[in-house]
């Protein structure tokens, strides 16, 4: 076991769309084999905040680091590279590809095919479907699949580059029940393995059974952070969030 360092670094993000401060000097520093939950009310800048990490947006103010390296002026591609994945709050996937196909898109990065062979890349895309309980889908359109299930398709194939951190936005909304224990199974077991999680979700239950640590925006801004069970009974948490 190695100590933990530092995985990943918000340093005083701000980000605004016209008038509207999405993030508002938000820091929040990660460490690895952490699984931060993240959470907080509708439009409180959530998803932004992935998008972020993600390198969707330019900042305007503030900088991120993964694992030592500044990553927020990266070209978007590259973030992939240096292994953080990511899932939308509605699922992207291909509709009108076969689950199999959508597994190899991302292996056809340069970095993958110059490493494997297609035929290894095909054998880890069924191995995650396996591993997702979706292999009976592998030749269905992956349009004809429910919500759910194109939520562990899109999962599983954020799994095909190996990635050391993967944000996850509302993984369990609109999941079958069964379907959402699975991911919960998975998420662990792949914790366990050495992959960090930041998951925003909703679902308070859920993400108190799930994060080792929970932080809290509101309006744009971090208004808590810390051990789950101590974060949910801050005054400010309860105002803000449950609302009570
Ligand atoms: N691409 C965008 N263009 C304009 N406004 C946006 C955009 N994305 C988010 N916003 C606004 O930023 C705020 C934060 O949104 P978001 O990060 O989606 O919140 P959350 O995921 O917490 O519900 C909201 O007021 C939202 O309307
Ligand atoms: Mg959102």
């Keep these: 076991m190695t100590a933990a360092s530092t995985l990943l670094d918000i340093h005083d993000v701000s980000l605004a769309f016209g008038g509207i401060q999405a993030l508002d000097d938000v820091s929040l520093s990660m460490a690895t084999g952490e699984l931060l939950g993240l959470i907080g009310p509708n439009g409180s800048g959530k998803t932004t905040l992935l998008n972020a990490i993600g390198n ?21 591609h590259d973030i992939a590279l240096q ?25 056809y990065t340069a970095n993958e095919a110059a490493q494997h062979t ?8 069924r191995d995650l479907l396996r591993f997702l309980d979706i292999d009976q889908l592998t030749h269905e359109q992956a349009g004809n699949l429910s919500g759910g299930q194109q939520k562990l398709l899109e999962f599983a194939r954020a799994l095909m580059l190996r990635p050391r951190l993967i944000l996850l936005d509302e993984p369990f909304a609109g999941v079958h029940p069964l379907l959402k224990e ?17 998951v925003v979700s909703h679902d308070l239950p859920t993400i ?18 810390g051990p789950p069970e101590e974060v949910r009974h801050q005054e400010a948490v309860i105002e803000a969030y449950l609302g009570v």
Aim: charged share 25%; no cysteine; net charge positive.
């Design 56 to 76: 969707l947006y330019t900042l305007d103010r503030g900088r991120i680091d993964f694992l030592g390296q500044r990553i927020d002026r990266l070209p978007l």
């Design 83 to 107: 292994g953080i994945a990511r899932t939308f709050q509605v699922a992207r996937v291909f509709r009108r590809m076969t689950v199999l196909e959508n597994m190899l898109v991302p292996g």
């Design 118 to 125: 297609p035929g290894e890349l095909g054998q880890r895309a």
């Design 182 to 198: 699975r991911m919960l199974e998975r998420i662990g077991e792949l914790h366990g393995q050495g992959i960090d999680f930041i």
């Design 208 to 225: 108190l059974r799930l994060s080792s640590r929970l932080a809290v925006l509101a309006n744009g801004r971090k208004i808590a952070d």
